[in-house]
């Protein structure tokens, strides 16, 4: 049976106990409303740790829009029962007082002065079209860490710049050691997400146009083209062509992260997008001529 824990205080003695018993811990970080992206993670976590667990923790302080927090789907008993399916030891969820216990002000606020600086991979792209998103995450991620103090720690590549800036994070505090995953996608190339629950059909069709037009760039780029703003332009293209609202189509160097796009040619590079298809934000990206997955 796994373990369900409502408070990040039970959720630390249950970990520091399988630690100090010289267990290792692996730890799944998600916002819930679970699909198989995040068990993929978590599979992982099971097969590579002696006990894996994961948070369910829907961040206000990563929100910059109050009715897409209010939106965000939610389904804790489902979650619970997903993770036990596939091994997870324990799952745990809290309040934002809990896990900041005495921090919040009257109004049940963290004081922006407490928020961790999430570094120079949170400039740009979803840096720049969320304000304080990435802040948000950092914070959160720390006090998660502090929590579970995890062995290792499993992120997707399908939230790719909030990888590069939790990269950074467990660099600068000496751990844990970060795993980033490939992106699972549903069989029509869409990135599985939680938010594609508030799609309609029309607009899950329509949604196909992300994973499309990344695929049209690798194309181009398997063939030859390496001009980054030429790139772009014909990954925003692919995307308007189909009517959704983008936001950014945006290639980078994965080794070397920049706030804006890189001038002219690229030796290596990641196409990233995000855009509304009705009211719903998606985000997508693919490393360019390595396969599917990003891996090589
Ligand atoms: P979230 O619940 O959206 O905060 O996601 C929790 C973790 O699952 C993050 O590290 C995400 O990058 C990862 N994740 C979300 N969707 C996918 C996916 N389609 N494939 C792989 N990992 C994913």
């Known amino acids: 049976m796994i373990e369900r824990l409502a408070d990040p205080a039970e959720a630390r003695a249950w970990c520091a106990e399988r630690r100090e018993s010289g267990a290792s811990v692996g730890f799944v970080p998600t916002m819930g409303a679970l699909h198989i992206g995040h068990l993929s993670l978590v599979e992982r976590a099971v097969a590579e ?175 030859g083209a390496r001009d980054a703003a030429l790139l772009g332009a014909l990954l925003r293209e692919n995307l308007e062509r189909v009517g959704v609202e983008v936001e950014y189509a945006e290639l980078r160097d994965p080794e070397r992260w920049s706030a804006a796009a890189p001038l002219g040619e690229l030796e290596r590079a990641v196409a990233l997008v995000a855009a509304r298809v009705g009211g719903v934000r998606l985000i997508d990206n693919r490393v360019l001529g390595v396969g599917g997955d990003g891996r090589g």
């Open 49 to 223: 740790n002696d006990f894996a667990c994961v948070s369910v923790f829907v961040n206000p302080l990563q929100f910059d829009d109050p009715s897409d927090l209010e939106c965000y789907p939610r389904d804790f008993e489902g979650d619970a029962r997903l993770l036990e399916g596939v091994g997870c030891a324990m799952v745990f969820t809290g309040t934002l007082e809990q896990f900041f216990p005495g921090e919040l002000s009257a109004d049940g606020a963290l004081a922006s002065a407490r928020l961790v600086d999430p570094g120079p991979a949170a400039e740009g792209l979803e840096g720049a079209c969320r304000s304080g998103h990435f802040g948000g995450v950092a914070t959160i991620v720390e006090r998660l860490f502090e929590v579970v103090e995890p062995e290792r720690a499993y992120f997707g590549r399908k939230d790719y710049q909030q990888a590069l800036v939790i990269a950074d994070l467990a660099r600068r505090r000496g751990g844990p050691r970060g795993i980033v995953c490939d992106i699972v996608r549903e069989s029509s190339g869409l990135a599985c997400s939680s938010r594609n629950a508030l799609l309609t059909d029309g607009e899950r069709e329509r949604a196909v146009c992300l994973s499309r037009s990344l695929e049209t760039v690798d194309a181009a780029w398997r063939e």
